[in-house]
């Protein structure tokens, strides 16, 4: 495929003329968009996006400070927790899986309720925040990712705010959100019901409910808001960093059970990178997710409906292939019997010749140097050295002994040629060790390179 010339520069992937298709979006936008120069040590202080740093660090400066000299009551404490709460589930369950993911379909009230409670944790309206999340989705740990986890901790977590962005983030189709009545109206008067949901109503609830205005403002306000604030970065940092990939580990999303407490359930995020589309973080029935049951709570009330979920088939699937990656990694660091193209064959003459010098025996058609193992053997020396230079197949499958899948394992790494024309005894797992009765095969491999029939 040609690569378009610069003059006619894509940047909205959905509008791509035939024929001008780059190889990659990705690179090819980041070799015709110019971006910013690095933050350094040098000038990063010119690079500070100062509103984002007034809303990042003076909530807790006041926070701090406040706890200091006020004492915490136990129901502004319950109220610091029910209040973080509620605007959370306005973040995870509104910002997140309905705007930005469309995971299930809200009733208008609802969609108040989630817009609302959502400006109570100051991050921006829905129309922002979900335009950035889904290019984080679909530019995933790429500088087209407005929280690229390659760019570290920090900044996914909360660098990327503080500091002008060194460039625009990937193209994300928002064209749904544009005609979205609540977001508009949300993005309208945003700072007002930022400064109502922040500010206002949790200290007049804590000051009328039980005259701890002083309390509401510094627990229920402030704190809460960093306490809020500060879970929902977790997502962007701390899920592509800490945990499992259980799905998929193309990316660096992870799941973990930790990060899915702080962020009330966004932690399974591994899962939610493969399968975005599903209502659910926490896949598993047990898995902490809070934000899941919540909205699963709002479909039996009748205020959503059409909640989404991801083939099982589909799930388990990524979830199996996973799982066989890292049996093959664990087969491929594991010692196995020589190949019989390997090992050379013997006539029976040759081999009784050689085991008049070797302890050799004859089992199943391969012939084992048993020589190492003699001292070793459970069943004592004695049986091993009465059947060098024969074929001991009955008497090592139940003849004199029918011995466990370990010693067969074990036996088979002591293969040293193949008898030729050697008695086939009929039954395959007389000649392949249980060890390798299965094995994971990449989709090049042939599926058996170690079968009997090229034995005999
Ligand atoms: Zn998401
Ligand atoms: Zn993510």
Redesign the pocket.
Known sequence: MGQPSKATYIQDPERIPTGSIPDNYVSYTLKNEEALPPITWKNWYKELHWLHVFILFVPPILGIIGACNTRLQWNTGVWFVVYSHLTGFGLSAGY?RLW??RTYKATKTLEIILAILGAGVVEGSIAWWARG?RA??RYTDTDLDPYNAHKGLFYSHIGWMIFKPRRKPGHADVSDLRQNPVVKWQHRYYLLLAFIMAVVVPITVAGYGWGDWKGGYVYASMLRLVFVQHSTFC?NSLCHWLGDKPYDDKLTPKDCVLTAVITMGEGYHNF??QF?MDYRNGYKWYQYDPTKWFLWTCKKVGLASHLKTFSDNEVQKGELAVQLKRLRQKQEALAWPAEHRDLPVLKWEDYQRQAESRALICIAGYIHDVGSFIDKHPGGALLLKRNIGKDATTAFFGGIYDHSHGAHNLLSMMRVAILLGGAPHGLDEKVVPPGQHLRVARYDEPANNDHPEVLF
């Open positions: 997140h930005a993911h999340h984080h989705h997502v939610h990178h975005p």
